[in-house]
């Protein structure tokens, strides 16, 4: 059995957790506000402005044994940089100030989010980052596409409230062949360990996030 395999399958009841939040079964059956998308939108550019700062930390602290797992950090930060900016237009289009939301705090589940990657990083291993990598990149290719189009039909907003969810939807599928192969050139266990323990934790708590939407949206 392949790691990437392995992953999939140690992370499935934290991944059933998140596609089991109510609000995403809302949002496929068209119920769905345009404030509960710009709460999504407000969280995700919470997370998403660490995209590559956690990246830039973990090739600092890989290892030597693991350089070919550096220079693939180095093309997912070319990938990657500037995706928080795309969230900030994606607002304005909603009719949300950008500034607002960059001076807002984030909800605790996605600092939570975020605060275990980087824990989990230090503590355990590096390519811990990949766990949180693994949740998003596969959420984003299962979900986003559909839910842009049905958000967008459902609340009659242009395309350039769009540019995050639609990008990821199509660029991520990708990402995770890309991101699959990576997984099963790994053999260092402790890095192993790391991910699947990240990528639990991050399903777990993103789940939590998509379950806060309402309240976050004033309901």
Known sequence: MTFFTTLCEQTQTEQNFLFNAP?????FAGAITRARYQAFLGQAYHHVKHTVPLLMRAG????GSLE???KAVVEYIDEEYGHERWILNDLKATGVDPEQVKNSEPHWTTDAMVSV???HMQRYHPAAFFGMAHV???TSVKLATQAAHRVKAQLELPNSAFSYLLSHGDLDQDHVKFFEDLMNQLTDEDAQRAIIRTARSVYHLY?????A??????E
């Open 23 to 27: 609000v995403i079964k809302d949002t």
């Open 136 to 138: 998003l990149e596969g």
């Open 207 to 211: 789940g939590e996030m998509f379950r």
């Open 68 to 70: 070919w797992l550096r």
């Open 213 to 218: 939407i309402p309240s976050l949206a004033g």
């Open 60 to 63: 600092s602290l890989l290892p």
């Open 117 to 119: 990657v980087y824990d």
